[in-house]
């Protein structure tokens, strides 16, 4: 009985402990501007923030900033997502390839993608296009590793016995190389798309691009701490539900894999 | 893990050692000086003067940054990177273990965490910015707010997945909690500290630039926006490769200090494997 019940009991209680804690980090900044110890002027109210937050929501002009950072969010992630697969494909079954390619690779990948940023200006100026050179380059490097990494993981046995009952090249594409690469994929896939929006926010910070990125720049330089705050709020919880958007995905297209299986059985 | 695939691949008889050595010499240049050499070919004939051909660029970069540049502009920068990454391993660390360790910490932090893990880091750079003003701690404190958290998260992560029954060995042999943490504890969470670490690196270094490009009047962010608002196309490009280089100079250490500190962890692997 008592068993039952703590188990029961255990998911309420973390819930209100991060409700608990949520609020405290509330309290808490609230009452720095409050006991005087950072000028308000510099870290404004909670209240204040909030309630500039709300203002926002009822705003047309922000939910178009917003559209116009998703729009390059989205056409960035799939257009690296797409270039990423077919090449990660190509290259990963592909030996020769492979050892072809691998020092360039290891060259481009850890080059910081926001060091493009003057380039992108240069060919494209104040435009989403200079925005989508940046997001792509960063989100491809994440989906490409794990897609090569995903193809060379097939089971040997399982590639052999595929060839020994003469499966097409197709087939073995769709029954071996997919399954075995989609956890990869799902992995890389979802690095990409908090990548992606971290970028599209700096290129509109850095750019001038439209968008929230624009947005928090304008704020700064106007002096209006408030409006900052609750925008970076905003890009908070964007991120957050960039997050778990792409984790749901995850499992729903991996509830078949022993990764996901294994948890929910635990 | 590739290069092995290629060692094993590679022998299928006997070859010398030095036409192995030669053709794996092949592989690893042939296809970048074939890229150099067809950029070479397009940045010549192409007009528009944004892509100039690798001579050039190479000859702005030891103009540029050979030099006095050297000493103003990219060692400040460096030195601010390497004091955020430090900062936000120890802080990432110490953190982590005490909220890993304490179940209710954990969980009184965790929803609070998850947010601020969420914000894009380069959002924090106005933040700062209002509170510390434009000086070199704020850019240090931007690298850390940003670098921080994947190392935090990590290291929760990893000290909360320590084997139950080392742990409790542990407890029933009486060993006190300093050596725990030291020869237990650290230890399990290593890989994971690790790979926290790595994520850690590339942000801090986009953190870098960008908080020079905003905020600045030296540092190698800055230098580059300023070559490309002034038209200064090969020195710019030699700004870029330039950070490529200290992209993958990163990668390299981060690489070799990896497999010092978890040689033991990848011998584990290898006999589970075998």
Not at chain 1, 77 to 89: K, Q
Not at chain 1, 132 to 156: E, K, N
Request: hydrophobic share 55%; glycine share 8%; aromatic share 10%.
């Amino acid at each position: 009985m008592s068993v039952l019940t703590t188990r029961r009991l255990r998911p309420l209680r973390k819930t209100l402990l991060g409700v608990v804690g949520l609020a405290g980090f509330l309290v808490v900044w609230q009452s720095i501007p409050t006991l005087g110890l950072i000028n308000p002027q510099y870290l404004p109210y909670v209240t204040d923030v909030l309630a500039r937050l709300f203002e926002q929501l009822v705003d047309l002009a922000f939910w178009r900033r917003l559209r116009s950072t998703m729009t390059s969010w989205a056409i960035g992630l799939t257009v690296a997502t797409c270039a990423a697969v077919v090449l990660g494909t190509v290259v990963g079954l592909v030996p020769f390839l492979r050892r072809a390619t691998h020092t360039i690779v290891e060259f481009l990948r850890p080059i910081p993608s926001v060091a493009l940023i003057p380039l992108a200006v240069l060919m494209f100026g104040i435009q989403m296009q200079a925005a989508l050179v940046i997001i792509v380059y960063a989100s491809f490097w994440q989906v490409f590793v794990q897609v090569i990494y995903g193809v060379a993981d097939v089971d040997a046995v399982a590639r052999d016995t595929a060839r020994s009952f003469g499966l097409r090249r197709r087939e073995q594409l769709t029954h071996l190389v997919l399954p075995t690469t989609l956890p990869y994929l799902m992995t890389g896939l979802r690095l990409a798309a908090a990548v992606a929006l971290i970028l599209a926010v700096t290129a509109e910070m850095v750019i001038g691009n439209p968008g929230l990125g624009r947005m928090i720049e304008l704020s700064r330089s106007a002096g209006d701490a408030a409006g900052l705050y609750a925008l970076v709020v905003v890009t908070g919880l964007l991120g957050l539900t960039v997050n778990l958007v792409f984790r749901f995905i995850e499992r729903r297209v991996l509830s078949w894999h022993q990764s996901v299986r294994g948890e929910e059985v635990r | 893990m590739t290069a092995d695939t290629g060692r094993t691949a590679s022998t299928p008889r006997q070859r010398g050692v030095g036409s192995r050595i030669a053709a794996s010499f092949r592989y690893a240049l042939g296809l970048p000086m074939l890229l150099l050499v067809v950029w070479g070919l397009v940045g010549t004939n192409e007009t528009s003067g944004f892509f100039p051909d690798p001579l050039t660029i190479s000859e702005a970069f030891v103009d540029t940054w050979v030099g006095p540049a050297f000493v103003e502009d990219v060692l400040p920068s460096l030195y601010r990177l390497g004091l955020g990454v430090a900062a936000s391993i120890v802080l990432g660390i110490a953190a982590g273990t005490v909220i890993g360790l304490a179940h209710w910490l954990r969980e009184l932090l965790e929803p609070l965490l998850e947010f601020l893990r969420a914000i894009p880091p380069p959002v924090l750079i106005p933040v700062v910015m209002l509170l510390l003003g434009i000086t070199d701690t704020m850019k240090v404190v931007v690298i850390v707010s940003g670098a921080v958290w994947p190392i935090l998260l990590n290291t929760i992560e990893g000290v909360r997945a320590t084997d139950s029954v080392m742990t409790e060995t542990a407890h029933s042999f009486r060993v006190s909690w300093w050596e725990r943490l030291w020869f237990l504890v650290l230890p399990a969470a290593s890989p994971r500290i690790m790979a926290g670490v790595r994520q850690a690196l590339s942000v801090a270094l986009i953190l870098m630039v960008i908080s020079e490009m905003f905020a600045s009047s030296a540092g190698l962010g800055y230098r580059i926006a300023y070559f490309q608002r002034n038209y200064l196309i090969a020195e710019m490009w030699s700004g870029i490769l330039l950070l490529g280089l200290v992209g993958v100079f990163l990668a390299v250490a981060f690489g070799f200090v990896e497999r010092r500190v978890l040689r033991w962890y990848h011998g584990i692997k290898e006999v589970n494997r075998a």
